[in-house]
T-cell receptor
């Protein structure tokens, strides 16, 4: 299957700083990317949907100024957690789909464990 | 809405079969998926079933779909200790621009005892 690479896999940052997470589709063009957040022992909650070249669509309750999403190319989307606080500590996962293949699968990155201290 | 429910825990002995159950509420779902997540890792697609199918088998995995009851199950034959993980049921809908967006259950923690 297609490969989605997410980087970094783990990051620890100080409260008040910003952290950027990258999501790359390695062998296909990802017209749409999704950013999920997973709390311990919880399900994945969609944060936002980004389409290449346009502004991301955020889910209700997700602060767009805090979680900046950029999808500038068909192979890269970034999520920047701005002015991070301990409550932002979580597991963030991206997934990517291609409109060339409407059939079956969203491909997931490996996830990023963010710890804000 | 798109509520997906799963039981949270399942324990089985190595070599036995495991059955993980999932229920959903929206009958317009298009594809239903099973993902596996090992500790600290991302999601690995195990299998999926299109909503007009009743059953799909792939080696040790069997997926059963009962559309009338909105019930999906994943059976793992000859369960091994390496199957210990969290299993997520998910659904998607083929409508408009939300294609590819998945709605997940909370996950079932499968523990396999030797």
């Amino acid at each position: 299957g297609a490969v989605v690479s997410q980087h970094p896999s783990r990051v620890i940052c100080k409260s008040g700083t910003s952290v950027k997470i990258e999501c790359r589709s390695l062998d296909f063009q990802a017209t749409t990317m999704f950013w999920y957040r997973q709390f311990p022992k919880q399900s994945l909650m969609l944060m936002a949907t980004s389409n290449e070249g346009s502004k991301a669509t955020y889910e209700q309750g997700v602060e767009k100024d805090k979680f900046l999403i950029n999808h500038a190319s068909l192979t890269l989307s970034t999520l920047t957690v701005t002015s991070a606080h301990p409550e932002d500590s979580s597991f963030y996962i991206c997934s990517a789909t291609s409109h060339q293949d409407r059939n079956t699968e969203a491909f997931f990155g490996q996830g990023t464990r963010l710890t804000v201290v | 809405g798109e509520d997906v429910e799963q039981s949270l825990f399942l324990s089985v002995r190595e070599g036995d079969s495991s059955v993980i159950n999932c229920t959903y509420t929206d009958s317009s779902s298009t594809y239903l998926y099973w993902y596996k997540q090992e500790p600290g890792a991302g999601l690995q697609l195990l299998t999926y079933i299109f909503s007009n199918m009743d059953m799909k088998q792939d080696q040790r995995l069997t997926v059963l779909l009962n559309k009338k009851d909105k019930h999906l199950s994943l059976r793992i034959a000859d369960t091994q200790t390496g199957d210990s993980a969290i299993y997520f049921c998910a659904e998607t809908f083929d409508r408009g621009s939300t294609l590819g967006r998945l709605y997940f259950g909370r996950g079932t923690q499968l523990t396999v005892w030797p």
